[in-house]
Structure formats: C-alpha cells, structure tokens
C-alpha cells in the first residue's frame, strides 16, 4: 500500500510515498481503509522532530494523526466494530500513520463519524474536538457559568472547542477575523472581538481561562485578562515541568521540560494563576461524547476547498504550514 513517510526529521518538507505492507490488526485493532486524513500542525512537529522529547518515532516513520475511514477487518476481540462501519479517530500517539491507504488502530481510539457528516467532513472533527473536550474538563478544569477566551479562536480549533464549551455551561469569547464572526456566534460564543478594531486586553474583563492558539509571544497580554486563580492552556507555546510530572515522564525530561517551561510558569506567577500545556491524546469513549454533541449541535466542520491526494501530501504540508486557509485541509486516499 501507499504510505506518506520521512526517513529522518528535518526542517524542510520532503515527505516521501512509498510502498509499505498493508497492516495486520492485532486481536484489539481495527483495520481502517483511510478515505480521508487531515493535516494538522500537529504533522510539520512531526516532520521536524519538536515533539520527539515527548513522543519519539522510530524511522522510517508514517506520518498523519487523524483519519476517517471503513473498517476493512477487525482483530479478534473486537465486538463493537464490524467491517463496513465508518469511523473515525485521533491516532494514538505511540502509532500514528494515517497518511496511508490503511491503517491498524486499537478499537478504544476510535468511534463512529457523527451521521449527518460525510467521511470528509468528519475527518475534521477527532483532533481539534478532542483537543478542546481536554483541555476544558482535564487541563483548564473550568465549571459551568464561568468565562472561557480563545484568542484567535475563528478557525478550525473554534469551531469545535464554541459548541462544545456552549454544551458544558460556559461563556466564550472569541477574537479574530471579521469574516468569521457570523459563523463563530452562530456556534454559540456569547461575544466576538475583531482582531482589527479592537485589542483584548483593553477591552476584556478578566476572564476565569485562556486557551492560547498563538503561542509564546501572545503569553503576557493574555495573562493579563486573566482572572487570579485563572488558568491558561497552550495549544502551542510549550510543555513545563507540570506537563512531565502528570504525564509520569522520565527525571531527565522532568527536569528538561521545567527548564523549558520556566518563563511560561514565572509569568503565570506573576499574574497569580496557572500555565498548562496540552498534547492531546487518542480516546474514544471521549470522541463518543463529542459525537453526541456534534450531532445535536448539527455541527459541521468547514474544509478547505482545495483537497490533496496523498502523491501531493506535500503541497497539503506547505498550504498548513505557509497558506492562508478557509477550513481543515484533508488528503483524499
């Protein structure tokens, strides 16, 4: 079968297709035939190796974290899922490679797409969706009725992390782009700031969390919305020594990453409340509930309209990296 790989990281984009086996399920996985993989950001950290500390690859290593797909086969003690479903899921992170005409996946990562979406629609939804039901219930711990701000929040993480946010209770504000105020409002934000006119931090009340899509530099005016007590979680900036001790990571990392994560921890001190840092991972008792919610919510993910085959899964990589984009950008297998 095809496969999208690298042989080493590196900084340049030059992923490579090659001729690799089809998988063979074990007895808790499912074979899935990839009909859609999207490309996330998530993908070039991969390709550069800025997540190696946190999750290594052996090489050569097939890249994509997020696929729709049918069930080719099914492992032997797998019962819910039969071949033919449509299904969906964030990969797990110790076995990712949905850049691939097939991929084996463990039956607890995955769950059936939400009906009212096409297999490319839904293959939209796992990442960002898990992502956001992480980072409100696990990371940030926020509670009904209090204040969310997703700074440069109108793309495809908003239009998941919104909804979700709505269903749980919580008052969302989001900034960015006038062109996607309707759409973000109509997913239920309480109140929307264009970027253009009207900077936060002069106009914001201090708000209970933060989820920073913009990284490092975006740290000190966001901090200074927040409420004492409140908490920020990145998307993007970086782990700190909190991230390796939940996570149980080695002394070494444990004390690689607090280094690393000083500043982000001096700064949220600074303003009395808490940094956090998220690398999401595959669940899917968890997709089911975000199922639910997307179903009844009747969302549906925007998608760019420029769709790649895997023999262009560069052009894909350098349109997430460098381009601007109206939606998730998804390889058609």
């Given at each position: 079968?095809?496969?999208?790989?690298?042989?080493?990281?590196?900084?340049?984009?030059?992923?490579?297709?090659?001729?690799?086996?089809?998988?063979?399920?074990?007895?808790?996985e499912?074979?899935?035939?990839?009909?859609?993989a999207?490309?996330?950001p998530l993908?070039?950290?991969?390709?550069?190796?800025?997540?190696?500390?946190?999750?290594?690859?052996?090489?050569?290593?097939?890249?994509?974290?997020?696929?729709?797909?049918?069930?080719?086969a099914?492992?032997?003690q797998?019962?819910?899922?039969?071949?033919?479903?449509?299904?969906?899921?964030?990969?797990?992170?110790?076995?990712?490679?949905?850049f691939?005409?097939?991929?084996?996946?463990?039956?607890?990562?995955?769950?059936?797409?939400?009906q009212?979406?096409s297999?490319?629609?839904?293959?939209?939804?796992?990442?960002?969706?898990?992502?956001?039901?992480q980072?409100?219930t696990?990371?940030?711990?926020?509670?009904?009725?209090?204040?969310?701000?997703?700074?440069?929040?109108?793309?495809?993480?908003?239009?998941?992390?919104?909804p979700?946010?709505?269903?749980?209770?919580?008052?969302v504000?989001?900034s960015?782009?006038?062109?996607?105020k309707?759409?973000?409002?109509a997913?239920?934000?309480?109140?929307?700031l264009?970027?253009?006119?009207?900077?936060?931090?002069?106009?914001?009340?201090?708000?209970?969390?933060?989820?920073?899509?913009?990284g490092?530099?975006a740290?000190?005016?966001?901090?200074?919305?927040?409420?004492?007590?409140?908490?920020?979680?990145?998307?993007?900036?970086?782990?700190?020594?909190?991230f390796?001790v939940?996570?149980n990571?080695?002394?070494?990392k444990?004390?690689l990453?607090g280094?690393?994560?000083?500043?982000?921890d001096?700064?949220?001190?600074?303003?009395?409340s808490?940094?956090?840092?998220?690398?999401?991972?595959?669940?899917?008792?968890?997709?089911?509930?975000?199922?639910?919610?997307?179903?009844?919510?009747h969302?549906v993910?925007?998608?760019?309209a420029r769709?790649?085959?895997?023999?262009h899964i560069?052009d894909?990589?350098?349109?997430?990296?460098?381009?601007?984009?109206?939606?998730?950008?998804?390889?058609?297998?």
């Amino acid at each position: 079968m095809k496969a999208a790989q690298i042989q080493k990281y590196a900084k340049s984009l030059d992923v490579q297709i090659n001729e690799i086996p089809k998988p063979e399920p074990t007895a808790n996985e499912v074979l899935i035939q990839v009909k859609y993989a999207a490309v996330n950001p998530l993908d070039l950290m991969n390709i550069d190796g800025s997540v190696k500390l946190i999750q290594s690859y052996s090489m050569p290593l097939t890249l994509g974290n997020e696929v729709s797909g049918v069930v080719a086969a099914v492992g032997a003690q797998v019962s819910r899922f039969h071949v033919g479903d449509q299904v969906y899921s964030r990969l797990p992170l110790n076995k990712i490679g949905g850049f691939a005409e097939y991929v084996a996946v463990d039956q607890a990562a995955i769950w059936f797409i939400p009906q009212h979406l096409s297999l490319k629609q839904a293959a939209a939804v796992p990442l960002t969706g898990l992502t956001a039901y992480q980072g409100l219930t696990e990371e940030l711990q926020i509670k009904p009725g209090q204040t969310l701000f997703i700074p440069g929040g109108s793309g495809s993480f908003g239009q998941m992390a919104v909804p979700l946010a709505k269903q749980m209770g919580i008052n969302v504000i989001v900034s960015g782009n006038a062109l996607a105020k309707a759409r973000i409002m109509a997913l239920g934000a309480t109140r929307y700031l264009d970027y253009r006119k009207e900077d936060f931090w002069t106009v914001l009340d201090p708000v209970d969390a933060i989820i920073d899509t913009r990284g490092a530099k975006a740290l000190p005016l966001e901090m200074g919305v927040l409420k004492p007590g409140g908490r920020l979680l990145s998307l993007i900036a970086g782990p700190n020594k909190q991230f390796a001790v939940a996570r149980n990571l080695p002394f070494w990392k444990t004390l690689l990453f607090g280094l690393a994560g000083y500043r982000f921890d001096r700064l949220a001190r600074q303003h009395h409340s808490l940094y956090r840092f998220i690398l999401v991972r595959a669940d899917g008792r968890q997709l089911q509930q975000i199922t639910s919610i997307v179903e009844t919510n009747h969302i549906v993910p925007a998608i760019d309209a420029r769709v790649f085959d895997l023999d262009h899964i560069n052009d894909a990589l350098q349109l997430v990296a460098h381009g601007r984009l109206t939606g998730k950008v998804v390889v058609a297998l």
